[in-house]
């Protein structure tokens, strides 16, 4: 925007038009008026009727713009000549009294004017110049003080005939009391101009000629700035007449011409119009569309930049971390590696005394087994023979029978001590070792769990103790668990603890009732709380923490457990398989999961745990059968051997049988009824002679029953492998009935509406008239 330069006003000469007066006085009454600049010198004093008014100029028109302008200066002032009547002084100062006083005053005065014109025009100029440069203080003092020189020494003409004024004194004299100031009616009114000295017309010549170059860029400068708001003015004004055109516009109804005639306008032309003004919508907002996802795209762009970049400046620390878990790791793989073949050396010569010791027992009792059958067919043969003669038996064979006779009546004395008086022959484990190899076999063992301790004796607790290794990948999943996913640590995490877990279950014997359990070990514990700690998204249940402990079982426990099951278990033993069926579900129940590769651990357990059991039935299952003659006695020795083998072969019955829940119930049924109860117990029932005993027997049996095979409410007929046991039932009912033992019978009874034979109860019931015994069918 353009600067409207400073206007200076002049001061109208006494010849001005009317419209401008005779006379402008002052804006204040001590304001100086302008003095003319004097002219060159002239020869000879000027003329009378040069006298003129100091202040005033000539009145000048503007030319082609048809427009007067009044310039005044402001940095002269005019001198007030006091007037001849003494009144106050006048706005213009008459020289005729410089004539009468002489003309080296009027020189002097006209010198001193032309001085002070030539000054403030100069200062005038610089002022309003492009460039303006303001004189410093000590500029004017200097010119101050060659002015007063120049009057000290004569150089002009004082205008003034008594005294010199100088500025500072006009504006004193302007400032006094505005009472001895004339009233307008006693100011002298010049009416007509009075001539001009040559000196004066030469002083004006030169002036206006300054003047007019200096109005000239003045005009110009005008003219700029007067067009730049000219302008602004019309522009405001056509948005202002805009703005009520369209105010106007909206209010006034516009009268619309009938003659004016309008092209035909159909539906059609309507809907294509519509049709295109749509799809150009469309079009514009798919490309709105389009913009917008391209800068949703750029956002999350942006996003993952800054992310990265403020990533970046830890690289450093990611840089040391992943260092470090590499040499731990190296480290770690090296010790495993050197203290496994230690480690294995140590299992197998833990597995190999154990083996041995269940070879031991097996052994003996097969021995046991075969010496006595040998024995007691030898003894029925030379009864037969010859009742008098005394039966041979060699040295061996009579060294075993004394040793089994002795630790049976151990056993019989011990269970006399602790009360338990129900105790059948045959149903003991027979695990008992002489004192010698006992001592033997627990300094061997001492001296395996002693060579375990020092195993890991010189690596350091974050190479051997599992919570603390644990601990370091525990670290790397919270800090970078992109990284830690992504590195598959749940599938390596079981193969390092491998051979530490394995360390820990040097000592650990699963067939022992007293053995520690799975959940109560260190390494297991550890494993649980790092899997608590997990806290991944549900998408990576490929790469999950919560499988660790399975993967750990099946690659480490379940291993070592079946090697037990084929190598060490017996399955007479009821102590050893009550023991491992409790391990057994914490692994398979609790820790099974559906990976192919734990399925196939936990197939491989349970193939091992049939197969014992088949061999067991072959191997250790003998029910002799002897006459009636030498069974009917209850204290002979055919008779007595005859049911420790029956209560053995009944004992394995019941141990095969608890295993249910944990085998199908196709295999139980295979090998408990078909294989051992239909082969081997109901042929030693049916050679027995029927009575009391037999009844406790048949209770026995249907007691190791699972209870789950008869839960249907409508069966009314037991399962077929049962098929042969209800038939011995039956025949035992009949042969009782028919004799005092309606106790016996009722028992029976009892047997067959448990195992939900009831059609066969009933019709028993029926043909023997035993009402009394039908509520115990209608309970069922």
């Known amino acids: 925007m353009a600067h409207r330069p400073k206007r200076t006003f002049r001061q109208r000469p006494a010849d001005a038009s009317d419209s401008d007066g005779a006379e402008e006085p002052s804006a204040e009454p001590g304001a100086p008026k302008e003095q003319a600049a004097p002219g060159p010198a002239e020869e000879g004093p000027p003329s009378g009727g040069g006298r003129a008014e100091a202040a005033v100029r000539p009145h000048r028109v503007r030319g082609a713009r048809g427009r007067g302008r009044v310039w005044a200066t402001s940095r002269r002032a005019t001198r007030a000549a006091p007037r001849a009547d003494g009144g106050a002084e006048s706005r213009t100062v008459d020289l005729s009294t410089d004539e009468e006083d002489g003309t080296h005053h009027s020189s002097e005065s006209k010198d001193d004017q032309s001085s002070s014109s030539d ?342 607790d974050d190479f051997c103790n599992i919570q603390n290794i644990l601990l370091k990948f525990q670290q790397w999943r919270e800090k970078f668990p992109d990284s830690y996913y992504e590195a598959f640590i749940n599938l390596c995490i079981p193969k390092l603890l491998n051979p530490l877990i394995r360390v820990q279950l040097i000592h650990w014997n699963p067939l022992k009732l007293d053995s520690i359990g799975l959940k109560q070990m260190p390494w297991f514990t550890a494993v649980e709380e790092f899997m608590d700690s997990s806290m991944e998204d549900s998408k990576k249940e490929y790469r999950s923490d919560k499988k660790i402990l399975s993967t750990v079982i099946n690659k480490t426990i379940i291993p070592r457990l079946t090697d037990f099951v084929e190598f060490i278990w017996d399955p007479l033993s009821t102590s050893q398989t009550t023991s491992l069926i409790t391990h057994c579900r914490v692994i398979l129940e609790e820790h099974a999961t559906c990976e192919n590769e734990v399925s196939k651990s936990k197939q491989d357990l349970l193939k091992s745990i049939v197969s014992r059991m088949k061999k067991a039935i072959e191997d250790d299952v003998f029910i002799p059968l002897y006459p009636k003659s030498a069974v009917e006695n209850k204290t002979s020795p055919h008779s007595e051997f005859q049911e420790r083998q029956f209560w053995s072969g009944l004992k394995l019955f019941s141990n095969i049988l608890l295993w249910n829940g944990l085998l199908p119930d196709d295999i139980l049924q295979e090998l408990g009824l078909e294989k051992l109860l239909n082969r081997y117990l109901i042929i030693a029932l049916h050679n027995a002679i029927p009575g009391p005993d037999v009844v406790k027997k048949c209770n026995k049996i249907a007691a190791c029953l699972p209870e789950k095979w008869f839960e249907s409410s409508a069966m009314r007929t037991s399962i077929p492998q049962l098929e042969n046991f209800i038939q011995f039932l039956l025949q035992s009912a009949h042969k009782l009935s028919r004799s005092e033992f309606r106790d016996e019978v009722k028992e029976i009874t009892l047997i067959l509406v448990k195992i939900k034979a009831l059609n066969q109860a009933e019709s028993f019931i029926e043909e023997y008239h035993l009402d009394h015994l039908k509520p115990l069918i209608k309970e069922v």
């Open 119 to 460: 000054s403030s025009s100069s200062l005038e100029e610089k002022e309003f110049s492009s460039t303006v440069k303001i004189p410093d203080a000590a500029f004017i003092q200097a010119a101050r003080r060659k002015r007063e020189l120049a009057r000290a020494q004569g150089d002009y003409i004082s205008l003034d005939v008594k005294h010199t004024f100088t500025v500072s004194g006009m504006k004193r004299n302007s400032d006094e009391d505005t009472e001895s100031e004339p009233d307008d009616h006693e100011k002298r009114m010049p009416f007509t101009p009075k001539p001009q000295t040559l000196r004066q017309r030469m002083a004006e010549e030169t002036a206006s000629r300054n003047e007019t170059s200096e109005e000239s860029q003045e005009d110009e400068n005008q003219d700029i700035w007067e067009h730049q708001q000219m302008k602004k003015a019309v522009k405001i004004i056509e948005e202002r007449d805009i703005d009520i055109s369209h105010s106007s516009g909206s209010q006034t109804v516009k009268k619309f011409d009938t003659s004016i005639s309008f092209s035909p306008v159909n539906l059609e032309i309507i809907k294509k119009q519509l049709n295109t003004r749509l799809t150009l919508l469309q079009e514009t907002h798919r490309s709105h569309l389009r913009e917008y996802e391209k800068y949703i795209q750029d956002v999350k762009s942006s996003k993952s930049t800054i992310q990265h970049l403020e990533n970046s400046s830890n690289q450093a620390l990611h840089y040391k971390f992943y260092k470090s878990m590499k040499i731990y790791m190296e480290s770690l793989i090296d010790c495993l590696n050197e203290k496994i073949i230690s480690i294995q050396e140590i299992e197998s010569s833990m597995h190999a005394l154990l083996l041995k010791q269940a070879m031991t027992f097996m052994k003996r009792r097969q021995d046991e087994l075969k010496h006595e059958s040998t024995y007691l067919q030898q003894l029925s043969c030379k009864e037969e023979t010859s009742t008098n003669g005394s039966l041979a038996v060699d040295e061996k064979t009579h060294w075993i029978l004394e040793e089994i006779e002795s630790r049976r009546t151990q056993k019989r004395q011990a269970r006399v001590l602790s009360g338990n008086c129900n105790h059948q022959e045959g149903t003991s484990s027979d695990d008992e070792l002489p004192s010698a190899e006992m001592t033997d076999f627990q300094k061997r063992q001492d001296d395996i769990l002693q060579n375990q301790k020092k195993v890991f004796e010189d690596v350091h």
